[in-house]
């Protein structure tokens, strides 16, 4: 068993099958590959150099950790106007900043009051209104009395001031609104349209003790294309009726988006994105107690306005820009593997090509075993490569093979040859040694 798996291993040739395969440099004088090896280099670098300048890739980037952001209402400086859907209604009701905002003190959002309704309920005798004792107490279930309706007059003119504030996680940052540049951006008509900057704050051009940025709830409105006097598709909308979006309510989403500047990356501004989301509508109900044991509830309807911080700050990083640097320059190698199929698998002088750069070297394993065993080895070497460069002096080169490609298949015919030489050597030598051994018995 032990000598059939000896035969049957020196029968494989290890050399050859764990062979290995290394990278041989050919200048392959073309115009068309150089050409095109070029151009699809020259393209890529300049990709990447515009990626890494547009996306900023030079920069450790984070989320900002979103802070505070505080919201108020004030009242028209020119006064409570009174608009033209107080005339076509029941009319109007004039309230006060503080009386539009309901609840006061959110942060993030706020609710601005554009429809009231007011229903006050006579409880039974007996009934306590804050602490009902029985289910008849309970003040839905009290005599109702007529119900009012009204619109709060001249709401597009309030003016909102916002402030608010960033810090980050892993960079040193933290700022408010009012030390930085901010733009109001207008939604676009078409999908996928540009946006368009309507308004913009800085802290040079704000008013005089003012913290925020001020606005009007209109200049909101329209940037999220938001009109108060359109019909409402809210689910809850009376649609036969054709009731507005004024009565029935919206909702209204502020996205702030910060982000570095290219050319000072300690420089940062910021954007309001407002969007509105369509078929919503909102509503909040207020229920007061008043003292001659009845209670007045108050539906109120409005715009919704819900604030959200986002983007991307940062600041110089040698790593982060090394690392973009490197996966960026790899895109490099498509260049080179798109000539390499083109040059073997589609050019005419592909063949020409294919035996230009690949070659397959002499069997290593044979020339150590000719080494150990000397026998004129490298007397015989020698003449063999002045007898190949004396051929290839006088010899043409062939057209259909290169003749650098032609000199090393000849040097490898050439030891070959010596190889098997002196494996004949060898033989004719244990041969004679045989014969004395028996001419000596």
Same mark, same amino acid.
């Given at each position: 068993?032990?000598?059939?798996?000896?035969?049957?291993?020196?029968?494989?040739?290890?050399?050859?099958?764990?062979?290995?395969?290394?990278?041989?440099?050919?200048?392959?004088?073309?115009?068309?590959?150089?050409?095109?090896?070029?151009?699809?280099?020259?393209?890529?670098?300049? &990709?990447?150099?515009? #990626?890494? !300048?547009?996306?900023?890739?030079? $920069?450790?980037? %984070?989320?900002?950790?979103?802070?505070? *952001?505080?919201?108020?209402?004030?009242?028209?400086?020119?006064?409570?106007?009174?608009?033209?859907?107080?005339?076509?209604?029941?009319?109007?009701? &004039?309230?006060?900043? #503080?009386? !539009?905002?309901?609840?006061?003190? $959110?942060?993030? %959002?706020?609710?601005?009051?554009?429809? *009231?309704?007011?229903?006050?309920?006579?409880?039974?005798?007996?009934?306590?209104?804050?602490?009902?004792?029985?289910?008849?107490?309970?003040?839905?279930?009290?005599?109702? #009395?007529?119900?009012?309706?009204?619109?709060?007059?001249?709401? %597009?003119?309030?003016?909102?001031?916002?402030?608010?504030?960033?810090?980050?996680?892993?960079?040193?940052?933290?700022?408010?609104?009012?030390?930085?540049?901010?733009?109001?951006?207008?939604?676009?008509?078409?999908v996928g349209g540009k946006a368009k900057a309507v308004k913009r704050f800085h802290n040079e051009t704000a008013p005089p003790d003012v913290d925020g940025d001020i606005l009007t709830l209109g200049e909101l409105m329209r940037a999220a294309r938001l009109t108060l006097d359109t019909p409402s598709y809210a689910p809850g909308a009376n649609r036969a009726a054709g009731e507005t979006q004024r009565s029935a309510g919206a909702v209204i989403v502020v996205v702030i988006d910060y982000q570095n500047q290219v050319s000072s990356p300690s420089e940062i501004k910021y954007g309001y994105w407002p969007s509105i989301i369509d078929g919503a509508e909102y509503k909040i109900l207020e229920v007061i107690r008043n003292p001659d044991n009845t209670v007045t509830e108050i539906n109120r309807h409005g715009v919704k306005i819900v604030f959200q911080q986002t983007g991307s700050i940062g600041h110089f990083d040698l790593i982060t820009l090394m690392i973009n640097l490197v996966s960026a320059i790899a895109l490099l190698k498509v260049a080179s593997i798109i000539v390499e199929v083109l040059m073997l698998r589609f050019l005419p002088e592909r063949e020409i090509y294919h035996s230009c750069k690949f070659e397959h070297t002499e069997d290593f394993g044979d020339l150590r075993r000719l080494r150990k065993s000397g026998n004129g080895y490298e007397e015989q070497k020698e003449g063999t490569t002045a007898d190949n460069d004396k051929q290839g002096s006088q010899s043409e080169p062939d057209i259909a093979r290169p003749p650098s490609a032609a000199g090393s298949e000849h040097g490898l015919i050439s030891r070959r040859h010596l190889i098997d030489q002196q494996q004949g050597q060898q033989g004719q030598q244990q041969q004679q040694h045989t014969s004395i051994e028996m001419n000596q018995r």
């Open positions: 068993m032990a000598g059939w798996l000896r035969t049957k291993l020196g029968a494989l040739d290890f050399d050859n099958i764990l062979a290995y395969d290394t990278f041989k440099v050919v200048h392959v004088r073309d115009r068309r590959l150089g050409g095109l090896y070029w151009f699809f280099n020259i393209t890529v670098f300049a &990709y990447v150099i515009f #990626n890494i !300048i547009a996306d900023q890739k030079y $920069n450790i980037k %984070e989320a900002p950790v979103p802070g505070s *952001i505080r919201i108020s209402l004030q009242e028209p400086e020119q006064g409570i106007k009174t608009p033209d859907y107080c005339r076509l209604t029941n009319g109007c009701t &004039y309230l006060a900043a #503080n009386q !539009i905002i309901f609840p006061q003190g $959110n942060d993030r %959002e706020v609710f601005i009051t554009t429809r *009231i309704s007011r229903t006050i309920y006579t409880l039974p005798p007996n009934c306590d209104s804050g602490l009902p004792s029985s289910p008849e107490c309970m003040y839905t279930r009290g005599t109702k #009395n007529a119900t009012r309706i009204s619109y709060v007059a001249d709401v %597009e003119n309030y003016t909102l001031m916002i402030e608010h504030s960033i810090r980050g996680k892993v960079t040193a940052v933290s700022k408010r609104s009012g030390l930085l540049k901010g733009t109001l951006y207008e939604k676009s008509d078409t």
